[in-house]
């Protein structure tokens, strides 16, 4: 499995090059983009983005004084924008609580501890805790969403009704653990999921996985 996964990644970086992920100038401005991307294209984001960015309210203090009405009303781009101010304030609330409002702290703790605690947050599941610490904390954890089943269902890696921690394993069970390969891994995937290996009429004789070795 160790050299199908290494034989992927190698063909995608020939087709894309290197994606530079994530796109945020700060950690928490990766961690509110992996708040905000839930169930939305990234086109999104970046409007909701841009306008915490003009109120000059992408620090945790600015978050945590602002009200929730205005912060939903600055997000409303990315959609869900009611829901989605609840989790921002949800996770400012429980950073403050838990480290005194420090992402440097935060970031202190062990991968595992601090991921079991971003998963209790209300709002946060698993492809955004780990968004999360890979992103914003650099930490080696795969990453997993729609783009990567999908891709690894239609080539019978991974069965239809495999799960979150299932797909997961794959990787960091049998790929070094090392945050700049999972992050760039995920990246290839999502580039590759939104341009070739689409949920319907996928470009599979343009894909450069379409021949893989057996």
Known sequence: MTKILLYIFNKLRAMFGPMGWWPGETQIEIIIGAILTQNTSWSNVEK????????????VKALRDI??????????????????????????????STYDGSLNKMFETDTLLLREDLLRIN?????TAD??????????????????????????????????PEIQALFMENLPEDAKL?????????????????????LCKSCP??????
């Open 123 to 127: 709002g946060i599941g698993p492809e």
């Open 182 to 202: 999972f992050n760039e891994y995920h990246a290839l995937f999502v580039r590759l999921g939104k341009e070739t290996c689409k949920k319907s009429q996928p």
């Open 67 to 96: 009200g929730i009405e205005r912060l939903s009303e600055l997000i409303r781009p990315s959609g869900y924008y009611n829901q989605k101010a609840k989790k921002i304030k949800h996770f400012i609330d429980f950073l403050f």
């Open 48 to 59: 909701a983005i841009a306008n915490l960015k003009r109120e000059d309210l992408l620090s």
């Open 131 to 164: 968004s999360i610490l890979l992103y914003a904390g650099e930490r080696a954890i795969f990453v997993v969403d729609a783009y990567t089943k999908r891709i690894l269902e239609r080539h019978n890696l991974c069965s239809q009704d495999a799960g979150y």
């Open 209 to 214: 996985l379409y021949k893989m070795p057996g």
